[in-house]
């Protein structure tokens, strides 16, 4: 028997050669170039994610596990061709329990079917990157995205996780108990792990209460480091922001265009405060005069749903915004975390960087994490601008870490930021190489992502 | 050169093997007997540290870290002799960071200096178990406390460690800024992996903002039942509680005597609530009106500092409390955690079982997290109670399990806890076990902790 034989017993029609399947298997939403896989399959059940680990180790064929194909730094291209295992089949939602405030879901449940699930639960799941990603991407990734300031990442909102390792064996890595002490955090290693260590397929996430309250506001400042102060003192005064945006003024002006829109086209803070109906105003009122303080003009705040809805659309539609800029472009998308008192100058050296390197690179972040985002349009045929690109992006990456900060605060590694493992983690890359030697010893996860190739 | 020779050179007088110094560090806080290492060293740097695992290393002697010997698992008995690493002169705090809302401190460091250091600063470190702990302790135990329900574990506290591996290589598991997605979350591996992967010489913590108001609030129930239902309600709609702690009316007994107190000798809540002034009153009314509902009586209410104080010491002096039940006792402490929707149920079993074995065993929970302790007097000489309190430990674990939940949620595995990793993890142990094999090979790591003998 071969191997493709194998996999098409057990998977008959969900096993595919399809040149266009693979093509869309082999490209995330992002600059990277495809290297599509030698087939796709579609598991139903864990164990069938099993039986493909088995197959592919015994012929040592490589796995790349796919979620949504949202993933902006590669984290998907089979580099060495290969088995692309699509979760989307697995899209189901067993349990929702709110007496123990968790949801179970299958991996391949994406990011607005929880969301739709969850309606009139009176709970959310916190977590939501700017794409409709699957639930098992996102912890792969340890996504995060605008509430991450007040609810943390996917690695604090995760219970536990089942993982199926290469060998085809599958494991749980956590209880439905809100803490434990019992042995390594075995759910914080698959996180983040980005495919390299097994496919996650069912996910235990803690649920958060949906807000009595929500109030939402806009705010534009005279400089980034004017915003960026006033993130810092909301939060240093204990107010429990949820979401804290800043979109730079070239940002603000390619909304203003796509949308229509007529906001001042200066650097801007987008806010969100979750309490009781008392509360959000009181905490929008505390960071109002902080502004103020910081000289800022206007502060249009909503607390209806529509109105919040309507004042938050210019910010969710910011990448869609960047797209049209350059007709028929990707975007090279890149982020990086500083401690946020270095912030203000991370963001205005890169502006600086931007000017002069003569491309369009709007600013978006999460400035309450120090996280914060470039999206350059970039035309496939314009290799001139994606090398500018590049250059910015290695600039902005040395610039953060001299900074003592990250080469991506939520993006992950994939291939884009490999260069950069080494520079960041130093003699940490050795532990890591160790934990990924014990679990895949035939390096048939994900190969050539998030590990930069062994100097020995 | 002999081991010995070795690190008296490196360390001179701070090499000792003193009978009464290697007994203090043969035990914890609890009734786990006394193994004595072979000697006791106090490295000053994180040079010395790294020189000694070499030196170790090179002759296989077994390694402890030790902080503050507050641990209740059995964590630094020397089962097979060899060398305990006390940090405790490794305790100075290099750097408060306000501005990015972080503190750098040695392993060393105490719980209360770093609460006096950070006296006047506006920030607070929120994690806090009952005893005197230092940090780096606190992190290789993934310790937590009464302020988890609202702060988190040191899980989630944590920005990033300096760790010594068994060969002596010294590696930084993270940078500065408050999220990263680069690479596999070694910060997260080393917190609760109780010294068997390395010693944790250096962290950096989160700190929290200090709140505006706190207040405090004691409340009794007629059945645990009540009180539990109390609390799951009361974090259900939303009131962003800091600390809920349950007694029950034995634990409200003891606390009477020993104190002079009289409280209604009931399951009791104490409660705590963080944020600005009016806040604070707003959440305690919200979980007043809730606590009725399920008929509590009585709802003494403190915002000012030295009344929430005297309201909370009955709390804090429970474990002093316990011990003056038996003269000469030690204490035979357990926890475990269960989702909070089964943790009345396991309560109340639990009770029924202490009573069937006539053991004096008060209960006291962190209820926000579905966290509960056992706390039961055990003189030295009474081999019967002993072995009574192991049978009903024995049973509360094997219920917890049953319920989903942990064998610990704070205290750790250490080797108290050892039998009951196989039935919580089953498969998941070979990963623990590949990471260990990777990280520890030739096993000196605080050896026979955590894991338990591998079967093969």
């Known amino acids: 028997m071969s191997f493709t034989t194998e996999l098409k017993a057990l998977l008959s029609n969900r096993y595919s050669e399809n040149t266009d399947v693979r093509n869309q298997h082999g490209a995330g939403f992002s600059y990277h170039a495809c290297m599509p896989p030698d087939a796709v399959v579609y598991p139903q059940s864990v164990e069938e994610v099993s039986e493909i680990l088995r197959i592919c180790s015994r012929y040592r064929v490589p796995v790349i596990p796919f979620g949504a194909g949202t993933s902006i730094e590669g984290h998907i291209v089979a580099t060495r061709g290969g088995i692309s295992v699509d979760l989307g089949k697995m899209n ?58 007040r609810y943390g990442t996917m ?27 019992a042995g390594y955090d075995l759910t914080r290693l698959f996180i983040g792990s980005e495919g390299t260590l097994g496919i996650i397929t069912d996910l235990t996430l803690k649920l958060s209460g949906y807000p009595e309250s929500v109030y939402a506001a806009v705010t534009s400042f005279p400089t980034v480091e004017a915003a960026v102060n006033t993130a810092i003192r909301t939060i240093q005064q204990g107010v429990p922001v949820a979401r804290v945006e800043l979109l730079d003024a070239t940002m603000m002006r390619v909304i203003n265009r796509y949308s ?78 500083v401690p946020i008192s270095r912030l203000a100058v991370c963001i205005t050296e890169t502006q600086r960087d931007i000017a002069e390197s003569g491309l369009l690179a709007p600013i978006l972040g999460h400035v309450g994490d120090g996280n914060f985002h470039l999206s350059i349009p970039v035309h496939p045929d314009d290799p001139d601008a994606l090398a500018k690109a590049r250059a910015v992006n290695e600039r902005l990456v040395r610039r953060a870490l001299e900074m003592e900060g990250t080469c991506t605060g939520e993006h992950g590694i994939g291939i884009g930021k490999l260069a950069y493992m080494e520079s960041e983690h130093g003699p940490a890359l050795a532990v890591m190489r160790s934990i990924k030697a014990g679990l895949d010893p035939l390096q048939i996860m994900n190969p050539g992502k998030l590990l930069p190739p062994s100097p020995f």
């Open 260 to 337: 229509g829109l007529t906001y001042r086209e200066e650097p801007t803070l987008f806010l969100e405060f979750h309490g009781s109906s008392g509360e959000v105003e009181r905490q929008a009122d505390r960071t109002r005069s902080i502004a103020f303080g910081f000289g800022a003009e206007g502060f249009v705040g909503e607390e209806e749903e529509s109105a919040r809805e309507r004042l938050w659309k210019a910010r969710t539609d910011a990448a869609l915004a960047v797209q049209t800029l350059v007709p028929g472009c990707r975007l090279f998308s890149t982020d990086v975390c």
């Open 155 to 181: 690695k604090d909102n995760v219970l536990s996780l089942t993982v199926v390792l290469p060998d085809g064996s599958v494991v749980k890595t956590g209880s439905k108990a809100r803490k434990s002490s």
């Open 92 to 149: 189901r939602i067993p349990e929702i329990n709110t007496a123990d405030m968790y949801v179970t879901v299958q991996a391949g449940v994406t990011r607005n079917q929880l969301d739709e699930a969850l309606k009139g639960t009176g709970f959310f799941f916190p977590i939501g990157p700017g794409v409709n990603a699957t639930i098992g991407g996102m912890a792969a990734t340890r996504a995060s995205g605008t509430n991450a300031v």
